[in-house]
C-alpha cells in the first residue's frame, strides 16, 4: 500500500510564504500524479494544484493561480507546494493525494476528480495568524 506523508505546516503570519512537501513512499512515482488539496475548518475540500505523472505538466485551479507552486523530485519522490501572500483564509489543512492522472483537466486550469484520487496523505496543518 502507497503512502504519502504531508510536512511543512505551522503557523505562519499573513503576507508570508511558505513550503510544503509531500513524500512519496511504496509508489510508483512515474506513475501517479500528485495533487495538493485543502480543506478550511468547517468548508469542503478545495483543490490547489496537480503535477501530472507523465510530463511533469502542473495545472492549478483558478483560485489558486498566481500564489501556488507545484513541483517535484522524481528521483527523491518528493512533491512540493510553494505558497506564497498568505491570507488568513488560506487556514487549512493540506493533504497531497495521487491519482492516475490529473483529471479533469483544461489546460492550464484543473478541476480535481475526487473520485480519481487512490492515495491520500494524512495532511499538514496550516495556521495564517498575525
Known amino acids: 500500500q502507497g503512502q504519502l506523508v504531508e510536512t511543512g505546516g505551522g503557523v505562519v503570519q499573513p503576507g508570508d510564504s511558505l513550503k510544503l512537501s509531500c513524500a512519496a513512499s511504496r509508489v510508483t512515482f512515474d506513475y501517479y500524479a500528485i495533487a495538493w488539496i485543502r480543506q478550511a475548518p468547517g468548508k469542503e475540500r478545495e483543490g490547489i494544484s496537480c503535477?501530472?505523472?507523465?510530463?511533469?505538466?502542473?495545472y492549478y485551479t483558478d483560485s489558486m493561480k498566481g500564489r501556488a507552486t507545484i513541483s517535484r523530485n522524481t528521483a527523491d519522490k518528493m512533491v512540493y507546494l510553494h505558497l506564497n501572500s498568505l491570507t488568513p483564509e488560506d487556514t487549512a489543512d493540506y493533504f497531497c493525494a495521487a491519482a492516475p492522472e490529473c483529471t479533469y483537466v483544461d489546460a492550464p486550469s484543473w478541476t480535481p476528480t475526487w473520485t480519481s484520487f487512490e492515495i491520500w496523505g494524512q495532511g499538514t496543518q496550516v495556521t495564517v495568524s498575525s
Open positions: 503535477i501530472s505523472s507523465r510530463d511533469g505538466r502542473t
